[in-house]
């Protein structure tokens, strides 16, 4: 999972209405239903190229589970690489894949799930948020006594806040609530974590680092935040820029030490809490190290990570493809291109039906020099492009064309798959036609 959501409708120009239409036409359908059936809706929002949807898919999103799920609510998927994934993205502020955004019948939304999670941790979550009755607001109005019921309410508020990026709000909130209830709330230890969270993420978006660093510090002390340490350890990341060298590698010496120690008995470790998101903690660990200037440290990290996926996948890339991917990111980060490159071939002959490995196979090559060979898979890639990938796809295309000097034939395509995508997806299609070659 990569980031953090900031929840504000955009209004879009003219020249994209037409197609709104018909973009917002399946979520319209979806509301009649729910409105019909008296039922919740869940948002799935996903890509071919994402590797925590890889891993929900196979191991959450199965089994009675989500059929039950499904029968008690409306279900609609977007694609983020098509026009109306991209159209209800933006509209959602959603910045992480996947999520899911409950909405009540009426279209308030009602929570959202972001990211890799277990099957538990996932359901648990789910059903609470389809059991609700009214927005947001209406847990606000649950939250009048000092009781369980009144906890839970403020629970699920203050986790939805922070996934929403609504700090300020639930903070000031949370200070209007009469002494009793507050009481009652700070002694609910997932409550205190999400207030500490909300804290946090309220210093880091006003920019103050050093309010920042201390509540970053006490959220990621001790082991309660669990398997999303690495997201919470970006942000503290980011709030250390500006403390001098040594001050701030000797933070982060003592957070690598934590992460570590989530890496060995989480991700590397056979253990029935094994971390959802496990590439995440990898990069988090190595990127610690390399921060602090332990090369050996960094390398060991994607070099273990990569042998430990390998002895799971049983070198057998049908058996996780979210395992398989990881696999790919843990070779590349080790510097092992040999390994890496037959990997990726046997991604692209087990994976066909999309673009996603022929494209990467394809990038893989040109970078080595061997044009004749990118193009074939680019032309693979091309023929399962869609939205936004076909312009991803076309870029890798035309540079491929030039190097082997077929500039005419990178000029003609360029203008096609400019002519074809239209006003959608405007900074892909301004590197697309940064690369055309002069007539």
Same mark, same amino acid.
């Given at each position: 999972?990569?980031?953090?959501v900031f929840?504000s409708f955009l209004?879009f +120009?003219?020249?994209a209405?037409?197609?709104?239409?018909s973009?917002?036409?399946?979520?319209?359908? *979806?509301?009649a239903q729910?409105?019909?059936?008296?039922?919740?809706?869940v948002?799935e929002?996903?890509a071919?190229?994402?590797?925590s949807?890889?891993?929900m898919s196979?191991?959450?999103?199965t089994?009675p589970?989500?059929t039950e799920?499904k029968s008690?609510?409306?279900?609609?998927e977007?694609d983020?690489d098509?026009?109306?994934?991209?159209?209800?993205m933006?509209a959602w502020?959603?910045k992480?894949?996947?999520?899911?955004?409950?909405l009540?019948?009426? /279209?308030?939304?009602l /929570?959202r799930?972001?990211g890799?999670?277990?099957?538990? !941790?996932?359901y /648990?979550?789910?059903?609470?948020?389809? &059991?609700?009755q009214?927005?947001?607001q209406?847990l606000?109005?649950?939250?009048?006594?000092?009781?369980?019921?009144a906890? #839970?309410?403020? =629970?699920?508020?203050?986790?939805s806040s922070?996934a929403r &990026?609504e700090?300020?709000e #639930?903070?000031?909130?949370?200070g209007?609530?009469p002494?009793p209830?507050l009481?009652?709330?700070?002694r609910?230890?997932? $409550?205190?974590?999400?207030?500490?969270?909300?804290?946090?993420? =309220?210093a880091?978006q006003?920019?103050?680092?050093?309010?920042?660093?201390k509540a970053?510090?006490?959220?990621l002390?001790g082991?309660t935040i669990g398997?999303?340490?690495p997201?919470?350890? $970006?942000?503290y990341l980011?709030?250390a820029?500006?403390l001098a060298?040594?001050?701030r590698r000797?933070l982060? =010496?003592?957070q690598a030490q934590?992460m570590?120690a989530?890496?060995d008995q989480?991700?590397?470790?056979? $253990?029935?809490?094994r971390? !959802?998101?496990?590439r +995440?903690i990898?990069?988090?660990?190595?990127?610690l190290?390399?921060?602090i200037?332990?090369?050996p440290g960094?390398?060991l990290t994607f070099v273990?990570a990569a $042998?430990?996926? =390998?002895?799971?996948l049983?070198?057998d890339?049908r058996?996780?493809?979210?395992?398989a991917d990881?696999?790919r990111v843990y070779l590349?980060r080790?510097g092992k291109?040999d390994?890496?490159?037959?990997?990726?071939?046997?991604?692209v002959?087990t994976y066909?039906?999309?673009y996603v490995?022929?494209y990467?196979?394809?990038?893989f090559?040109?970078?080595?020099?061997?044009? !004749?060979q *990118?193009?074939q898979?680019?032309?693979r890639?091309a023929a399962?492009?869609y939205?936004?990938?076909k312009?991803?796809?076309?870029?890798?295309?035309?540079?491929t064309?030039? !190097?082997l000097d077929?500039?005419?034939?990178a000029?003609a395509l360029?203008?096609?798959t400019?002519?074809?995508?239209g006003p959608w997806?405007p900074?892909?299609g301004?590197?697309?036609r940064a690369?055309m070659p002069p *007539?």
């Open positions: 999972m990569k980031p953090f929840f209004l +120009s003219a020249a209405s037409a197609q709104e239409l973009v917002s036409k399946s979520l319209e359908d *979806a509301l729910a409105k019909a059936r008296r039922q919740p809706v948002v929002f996903h071919p190229w994402c590797y949807c890889y891993y196979r191991n959450v999103l089994g589970e989500w799920a008690r609510a409306v279900h609609v977007f983020a098509q026009r109306d994934g991209s159209h209800w933006q502020n959603v992480a894949l996947p999520s899911y955004i409950v009540g019948e009426d /279209g308030k939304e /929570g799930i972001l890799e999670q277990t099957r538990d !941790a996932f /648990g979550r789910l059903y609470t948020l389809m &059991g609700l009214g927005s947001l209406a606000q109005s649950q939250v009048t006594a000092a009781t369980p019921q906890v #839970a309410a403020a =629970r699920e508020f203050l986790r922070h &990026g700090a300020r #639930a903070l000031a909130w949370i209007t609530l002494a209830i009481t009652a709330v700070s609910d230890k997932d $409550s205190t974590l999400w207030i500490a969270r909300l804290e946090a993420l =309220r880091a006003s920019r103050d680092n050093p309010a920042c660093l970053e510090g006490a959220v002390t082991n398997c999303e340490r997201y919470e350890l $970006s942000r980011a709030c820029s500006d060298p040594e001050p000797a982060l =010496r003592e934590r570590q989530l890496l989480q991700v590397f470790a056979e $253990s029935a809490t971390c !959802a998101d496990e +995440s990898v990069i988090g660990t190595a990127g190290y390399e921060e200037g332990d090369a960094q390398l273990r $042998s430990n996926a =390998r002895e799971r049983k070198d890339p058996t996780d493809r979210n395992l990881n696999l590349e080790a291109t390994e890496l490159g037959i990997w990726l071939g046997q991604l002959v066909p039906d999309d490995y022929a990467r196979y394809a990038r090559l040109a970078a080595k020099g061997e044009h !004749a *990118a193009l898979l680019y032309e890639a399962k492009s939205g936004v990938n312009l991803k796809v076309a870029q890798g295309q035309a540079e064309l030039i !190097a077929r500039a005419a034939e000029r360029i203008e096609a400019l002519q074809a995508n997806f900074e892909e301004a590197k697309l690369l *007539a």
